[in-house]
């Protein structure tokens, strides 16, 4: 098993984190999402909040690639759908590349 951890910013306004709360809660989440998650060798995925600021742990077999993920996602109308929703409240960190959502986070302590 292997452990990602990514980061992302929220828009920094309250109505609409907690709209993105709302989105994320397990009964208002969309199987179809899910599914893409799951079908993508990712075992278990957690999204924190500090702030505006998003923290995601990741869990996924040794035959999850990224690459295939964004492939999949890039098929899957429902998951663009997801995606353009998502970026109502989303916003790039000031060092993420052209185009990247969620940026890879390095390991700089393990006790």
């Not at 709302?22 to 397990?26: D, E, I, R, S």
């Given at each position: 098993m292997k452990?990602?951890?990514l980061?992302?910013?929220l828009k920094d306004d309250p109505h609409l984190i907690a709209e993105y709360e709302?989105?994320?809660?397990?009964e208002n989440g969309?199987?179809?999402v899910r599914r893409s998650i799951l079908d993508a060798e990712i075992m278990d995925m957690q999204i924190y909040r500090t702030g505006n600021?998003?923290?995601m742990i990741m869990e996924t077999s040794e035959n999850y690639f990224a690459a295939k993920k964004a492939a999949m996602d890039a098929l899957n109308p429902k998951v663009q759908e997801?995606?353009?929703l998502m970026w109502k409240f989303q916003q790039p960190l000031p060092w993420a590349k052209e185009g990247e959502k969620w940026v890879m986070m390095d390991q700089i302590f393990q006790l």
């Open positions: 452990r990602h951890c980061a992302l910013d709302y989105w994320h809660k397990a969309w199987p179809e600021r998003l923290f997801w995606e353009q």
